[in-house]
């Protein structure tokens, strides 16, 4: 005899519209001996979310989009039982799991409600679609092997954060651009240390891929900040705006800092757009969608030059170095060049393998004058590269 789930889920997860929906709930809430059963295939559908390349920030980052908070609860609920049947999870698991949202509390408003709600994020789960892996899914023989430490690489990276932490909290604007133009000089640092140590055969392997989150509203202009990061770092970077994310591809040190550099960028132009829309409403103008569309826009663009103006002399001043035998570059010469060239064409090699298929998106122009002015400034008092004064951590 078909039990109540199979009854409920038949109804719910494999027709369109809100009545098979109901037809499900009204089921479930009228059998609470089937409440075991029904989160023991909310786990279920979550296995198979990992299986199709689907990571815990993916799936809860999607839900919440599409559904609503309280579903993103339920998710992250779900999520976090289903990982508890893994003695090791793979790299970066533990760091998205301890940033899920809360679970709902116990109290439930009505049963049918409840049913109501797990059926509708159970529909979504069904219907994800395979997606590049960005990793090995748990419970495989690769996710219990965390990625090589690279020497020194946990002080670095804590001053880096310390550097953007304070670039963010700062209320001046010469005081962020200082911090940060030395977080990413210490960046660049890191990055052409590492490719040095792996040509010696020291260093780590080939590279890896994020999956960065590129959250509305004005998804458009932080994916082009993002991608403006990721090329500025030798990186790859594919939005997939359908699901809310770019795949960054590149070796390990560059991908960390991207996501470090990209989330206090965002930070740093959000809080200077306040800033210049209180100005414009001081004049008299109220807040508008455009301004805010256009500053970011313009805060992208123009920090995407600086960034790749940066990172040109950062790798001159490096390479000329080592041409003066300062022992930096591989044997003693000028040898960083090849080697940068040399993992440029592993990340494109990555990248196209990963995305064989990639278009190009049409971007719709700045309407407001002011706000891509404002949003100019604000990328020339964050930028990138050149010289910084030394700055105590």
Sequence with gaps: MES??????????????DDGIDTGASLLAADPSSDAELLRRGEEFVRRAWDRGWLPADVV??????????????AAGLIAAETRRYPVLPPRWREQLDELPDPPPAWRPDRFS?????????????GLPAIEPVGPPPGTGAAAAPPSPVH???????RIRALLAKAEATGYPEEAEALTAKAQELMARHSIDEALLAARGRGSGGPGA??????????TAKAILLDAVASANRC?????????FTTVVGFEPDLEAVELLHTSLLVQGTAAMTRAEAGQRAGGRKRTKTFRQSFLMAYA??????????????????????????????????????VLAARDVAVTDAAERMFPRTTSTRVRGATDLDGWTHGTAAADRARMGGSAPELRD
């Excluded at 994020?210 to 998804?219: L, Q």
């Design 4 to 17: 109540v789930i199979d009854r409920a889920c038949a109804a719910a997860l494999y027709a369109d519209g």
């Design 236 to 244: 790859r970077a594919v939005w997939n705006d359908a699901f809310g």
């Design 152 to 158: 020194g690489e946990p002080r670095m990276l804590t």
């Design 114 to 126: 409840y049913a109501s709600a797990l059926l509708g994020l159970y529909r979504l789960l069904l």
């Design 301 to 338: 663009q123009r920090l995407g030059r600086r960034l790749a103006d940066g990172t040109a002399r950062a790798t001159a001043e490096a390479d000329a170095a080592g041409a003066a035998g300062d022992g930096r570059a591989p044997g003693g010469g000028s040898g960083l060049l090849p």
């Design 210 to 219: 994020r999956r960065i989150g590129v959250d509305a509203p004005y998804e």
């Design 61 to 74: 980052r999607l839900v919440r989009r599409e559904r609503d908070a309280y579903a993103a609860g339920l």
